[in-house]
């Protein structure tokens, strides 16, 4: 099992950057794949960013490509989140979320959130325009 904490929100001016931390517990994050996802008030969750266990293969929502990149460093158990030229419709609450995979799919990315088991409390992001 993985706790997640996410870390890095706040308020933001549009065309501004945030960089998103999510720390896990435990003692085998190199062994789950890590998505990011968000929330805005009324609408439903939805898919943002995801990377393998390895690193090696990233997969981000057309609304984020290009202005966002997802990283991890397995010996912090960390991932993170940097976005770029924020726009007012990315205000959100930001959830990391893990999904424990075997070795042979280190290298698959999840975008769908049912493939996800454990999540985080979720950071707030607002961008004012």
């Known amino acids: 099992q993985v706790q997640l904490v996410e870390s890095g929100g706040g308020l933001v001016q549009a065309g501004g950057s945030l960089r998103l931390s999510c720390v896990a517990s435990?003692?085998?994050?190199?062994?789950?794949?890590m998505g990011w996802f968000r929330q805005a008030p009324g609408k439903g969750r939805e898919f943002v960013a995801a990377?393998?266990?390895?690193?090696?293969?990233?997969h981000y929502a057309d609304s984020m490509k290009g202005r966002s990149t997802i990283s991890r460093d397995n010996a912090k158990n960390t991932v993170y989140l940097q976005m770029n030229s924020l726009k007012p419709e990315d205000t959100a609450v930001y959830y990391c979320?893990?999904?424990?995979?075997?070795?042979?799919?280190?290298?698959?990315?999840?975008?769908?959130?049912?493939?996800?088991?454990?999540w985080g409390q979720g950071t707030q992001v607002t961008v004012s325009s």
């Open positions: 435990g003692r085998t994050f190199g062994s789950y794949a």
């Open positions: 979320a893990a999904r424990y995979v075997r070795e042979t799919s280190y290298s698959a990315v999840y975008h769908g959130d049912m493939f996800y088991a454990y």
């Open positions: 990377i393998s266990v390895n690193g090696g293969t990233t």
